[in-house]
Structures are given as C-alpha cells and as structure tokens.
C-alpha cells in the first residue's frame, strides 16, 4: 500500500496562508527548503496541515534517524515533562544526565576512560570542543578543512567553508583557523583514490611548513563524511594518515559526528568505519530523537582538563531532552537501526548507481552506506554542476510526495537523509518518484 497520499496541490490553501503570515512576522533569512506546514509526523512520513501525506528524505537534516515520533521517545518525553522541565544541571542535578554521560561513554568510539559534556545544538559542540582543545593544550591554531561545516556561531562559522550564504557579511571570523583540503576525488585531477591519498597527506607536511607551525596547533576538526559539504566520504588512508599526524605533533584530533552518527552511515558512528579513536567525538542531530541536545564525548583527562565553570550553560543537558536521548539510544540499540540502515544502504546505492548509467545529469554517487548523495551535472564530459536540475527534481517531487535537500559547494548536490527507520517499501516509494522525475528530464 502506498504511503504517499497528496490531496490538494502542494503548497495546500492552509499552508499558503501560513507562509503568508510567515512572511509578515518571521525573518526571511532562515532556509525555506520547502513551503509546508507540518501538521503530524511518524515514522518516515509527514502530514502537512493541508492533509497531504509525504515521504520525508530529509529527516529533519538528520535528526530523526529513529523516526519521526517514535512512541518510546514520545512515552520518555510525556514522562519527564511530566515531573520537571528545567532546573540548569550547574544549580540542581538529575539523574538523566549523568545516566546519558555513562551511555555515551560506553558506545562512543574515542580513545578512553571517557566522559561527556552536553550542549543544546551541533555548533555549541563543535565550539566546546575546540575550548576544550585550546585549554588544555594551551595552543591556539585549529584546523578545519574545504567543504566542511560546523554551524552558525562565530567559530564553527569560522570553520564552516562555504561563505555564500553563511559567512557573507558576517566577518571579522575567529583567528587562528586554518583550512586544509578535503578529498573530492570526483572534481580532482586524480583518477586513483591511492594517489590522491598520497599527494593529499604529504600536502599536509607542506601546509606546516607554509601555513602553520603544527607546534601551535590545539586540534584538528573534522567530518568524516562532510554533511552539508555534499556527502563527500575522506578515504580511510587518508583519515588514518592525519591521524598519525596529529599523534606526532601533538595535536587532538575531533571527530564531527554530528550528521554521521546514531547509525547514519550504517554503524553506530561512522569512525567505526575508519579504524581510528578520535580525542573526541562532537553529537548532536539524532542523539535526542529530534529535541535540542547535543555532546562532547572524549577523552576523560581532556574533559576534565577544563577549570570548573568553563562549560556549561543554561539550558544545556536539559532534562526532556536527556530523557530523549536514552530512550533513543535504547531504539538504536534494541531495533539494530545500524543494521536495517546498513542494508537500506545497499538498495538505496543500487538505485543510485543505476541512475548514473542512465541519466546523464547523475555525474557522481558517493557517500558512506545510507549516507549516500548523487552529484548533479549538467552532462558527463564537462561535469558542470547543475544546480537548477536539484532544484527542478526536488520541487517536482515535492508535488508528487517527497521531500528531498541539497548539500554541496555548488549546490548541485542531493542527499539522502531518511529517518533509518523508513522500510524498504517506502524506500523504494520514494526513489520510484524521484527515478520518474529524472527519466522526464531526460526525455
Ligand atoms: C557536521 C555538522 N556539524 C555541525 C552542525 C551544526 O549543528 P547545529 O545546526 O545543530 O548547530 C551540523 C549541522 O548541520 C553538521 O552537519
């Protein structure tokens, strides 16, 4: 039986009157990826207030990978919502965080004995860890790399590459920030992964001759699959070259899991897949089931190498949230989501790989497991990016049930980020939708 079930033309008269009063009260600069107004959501699906029934592929960026409202998370959150919402863990503490710090530190792959620090979102992680870094290495440089991002705050905008549209205006950026490569075999000048490798790591001995004395340098920062740099996947060599790197100069390699994590590229954390143990490890995303919480899970003498009151916040670890995330973790764990993701991954793959033989416009396919992408072109040879050819796909497919995002430098990236829950049947739903689409076009 179909999923998708769309009733009026998309947007729907409510959610046109909606965005109209959007459009009046809210700032025009956050994203509108899509005019919808949400009136449900479960599973992998999403009901608009129109009654219109869509295949979510987006997954609220990333952070739905148990589904949306998945009646155990929704259970946790009526119960603790139930008892207190709020105290600030710095003035009066509860259970909830503690128990969420001792199950991350038994599932996060850093090197260990572990501890963990919360946050609210991805960027306040990604700050924390770099203050982490500085202080206790009591150096100053941070290395970042092209295609990467880390978030709207003043550093992770810092270490964010793309600056249309989010660093435009906003400068002057957070010094002593350098940026490094990152491996895009596809748009290289390289056909063999070995040898872009190669050239890629001894490139990196040249940046600390040119660039920075690596004795000043606190951490590394690094996606292992970048998320909105367009689902590039760094080579294992490659991610275990700087690995070795950092060891010798004395440098804390963090992990980004933000976007890969909680079963995303097919395993628990995508650095299972890389053979390396980071210092430390940034979560956000899909730790909570969909509610604001974010992490720093590392090592235990550089979490506590912070003076007392140098982390926190407000709101950070907040109770309902805490409560979230365990009984998210205990879906992860219970369901085996990496495993139906792993195997999610194989079909949604072959798919893909298909449509690279067929259509023209499919230039790459690439990604790790379910975390896959496919790189729009406007024709094989000269592999211009055809960024109006994402756009016409995913607003054809929207009137027709799917929802689907961008990523990418140029903006010609589309990628897949499905609640790992999806089934196969709604999986193949949705890509029959969007294979209709791109056979048109190429017709
Ligand atoms: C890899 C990565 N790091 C950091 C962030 C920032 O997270 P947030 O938007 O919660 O601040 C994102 C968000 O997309 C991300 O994908």
């Not at 009591?138 to 295609?147: D, S």
């Not at 705050?153 to 793309?162: C, F, R, V």
Request: glycine share 10%.
């Amino acid at each position: 039986m179909a999923t998708i079930d769309i009733r009026t033309a998309v947007p729907g008269p409510r959610s046109v009157a909606l965005l109209e009063r959007r459009r009046a009260a809210v700032s025009s600069s956050p994203f509108m990826v899509t005019p919808l107004f949400v009136d449900r959501a479960e599973g992998a699906t999403l009901t608009d207030v129109d009654g219109n029934t869509y295949l979510d592929f987006a997954g609220g960026i990333g952070t739905v990978n148990v589904g949306h409202a998945h009646p155990e998370v929704v259970a946790a959150v009526r119960d603790q919502a139930g008892r207190f919402l709020h105290t600030c863990f710095n003035v009066a503490m509860y259970e909830p965080y503690v128990a969420l710090a001792e199950r991350l530190n038994t599932i996060v792959p850093t090197a260990g004995p572990r501890k963990t620090v919360l946050f609210n979102t991805g960027a306040e992680a990604v700050e924390n860890a770099v203050k982490i870094a500085r202080r206790v290495t009591g150096r100053a440089g941070v290395l970042t790399f092209e295609h990467g991002f880390a978030g709207r705050t003043y550093l992770a905008m810092t270490l964010t590459s793309k600056p249309v549209p989010y660093k435009t205006g906003f400068g002057p950026f957070v010094p002593e920030v350098y940026r490094l490569p990152y491996p895009y075999l596809y748009r290289s000048t390289f056909t063999d992964e070995e040898q872009y490798v190669d050239h890629l790591l001894e490139g990196v001995h040249d940046f600390f001759r040119t660039h920075v004395d690596p004795a000043s340098v606190a951490c590394l920062w690094m996606e292992l699959v970048t998320g909105e740099g367009g689902f590039l996947a760094a080579p294992k060599r490659y991610v275990q070259g700087l690995r070795a790197i950092c060891a010798e100069h004395g440098i804390l390699f963090i992990a980004d899991e933000i976007q890969t994590g909680f079963c995303r590229t097919g395993t628990m954390f995508a650095t299972e897949q890389y053979g390396i143990e980071p210092d430390l490890i940034t979560l956000a995303k899909s730790l909570a089931g969909g509610l604001p919480l974010s992490a720093v899970v590392g090592r235990a003498d550089l979490l506590d190498g912070v003076h007392v009151g140098g982390l926190g916040g407000t709101y950070c670890g907040n109770p309902v949230a805490c409560a979230a995330a365990l009984a998210t973790i205990d879906v992860y764990q219970r369901e085996r989501v990496a495993d139906h993701a792993a195997r999610l991954g194989v079909r949604l793959r072959q798919r893909l790989h298909g449509w690279q033989e067929r259509f023209p416009q499919v230039g790459d396919v690439r990604g790790l497991g379910p975390m896959a992408a496919i790189e729009f072109v406007t024709d094989r040879e000269s592999r211009r990016p055809a960024r109006d050819v994402l756009q016409t796909v995913a607003g054809r497919c929207l009137e027709r049930g799917v929802i689907l995002i961008g990523a990418g430098t140029h903006g010609n990236v589309m990628r897949f980020l499905f609640p790992l829950v999806i089934t196969e049947a709604q999986l193949d739903e949705g890509l029959d939708v969007i294979e209709g689409v791109l056979g048109e076009l190429a017709s």
